[in-house]
T-cell receptor, first 112, second 114 residues
Framework: DGGITQSPKYLFRKEGQNVTLSCEQN?????MYWYRQDPGQGLRLIYY???????QKGDIAEGYSVSREKKESFPLTVTSAQKNPTAFYLC???????????FGPGTRLTVL | AQKVTQAQTEISVVEKEDVTLDCVYE???????LFWYKQPPSGELVFLIR??????QNEISGRYSWNFQKSTSSFNFTITASQVVDSAVYFC???????????FGRGTQLTVWP
């Protein structure tokens, strides 16, 4: 089945630790995205990538980093510089940046 | 600037009622795209529809219908004869022609009671 997978579904980390969230897609999509969702805030764009080895900052990139070494993978690292990392993180992909985005199941990160 | 406003934070209806979710957008682009997504309690966003700015025809898909009006910058979503399974958060989103990114509204939580 084609789709987007995110792992793990729930993640707990201690304050000050970096953590990497996985996002993989087998849809052969060129573009991939990371969003953060907080209660009542809607979705806010962290980073997006239109092609391999290229990515751009979104609205809330501070404290996050990404890489795009392979077309199917777009991991997100939440660094210790992110002041309030506890949130629901959603990964998405699209054929091109002008097409509808399809979303993964999300990862709920809790920093203790 | 691109902006999407969903003024209704929460809506509650009883099963079989019709319900309309409002979406108002702002953009300076002449070509743009509007989207609706559904987020059930599981958390994954489900794509519902995409509408191009040059196509103002309303669309119907089963119990779902969308009313796009450029004159009022609105793209409203109506669910006819609502069901409990329609309970979810619904997001409206906008994409302009210059950048590929989406701008989301804050979402409307719809609760359908049996």
């Amino acid at each position: 089945d084609g789709g987007i997978t995110q792992s793990p579904k729930y993640l707990f980390r201690k304050e000050g630790q970096n953590v990497t969230l996985s996002c993989e897609q087998n849809l052969n999509h060129d573009a991939m995205y990371w969003y953060r969702q907080d209660p009542g805030q809607g979705l806010r764009l962290i980073y997006y990538s239109q092609i391999v080895n290229d990515f751009q900052k979104g609205d809330i990139a501070e404290g996050y980093s990404v890489s795009r070494e392979k077309k199917e993978s777009f991991p997100l690292t939440v660094t210790s510089a992110q002041k309030n990392p506890t949130a629901f993180y959603l990964c998405a992909s699209s054929i091109g940046t002008y097409n509808e985005q399809f979303f993964g199941p999300g990862t709920r990160l809790t920093v203790l | 600037a691109q902006k999407v406003t969903q003024a209704q934070t929460e809506i509650s209806v009883v099963e079989k009622e019709d319900v309309t979710l409002d979406c108002v957008y702002e953009t300076r682009d002449t070509t743009y795209y509007l989207f609706w997504y559904k987020q059930p309690p599981s958390g994954e966003l489900v794509f519902l529809i995409r509408r191009n700015s040059f196509d103002e025809q309303n669309e119907i898909s089963g119990r779902y219908s969308w009313n796009f009006q450029k004159s009022t910058s609105s793209f409203n979503f109506t669910i006819t004869a609502s069901q409990v399974v329609d309970s979810a958060v619904y997001f409206c989103a906008l994409r302009g022609s210059t950048l590929g990114r989406l701008y989301f509204g804050r979402g409307t939580q719809l609760t359908v009671w049996p």
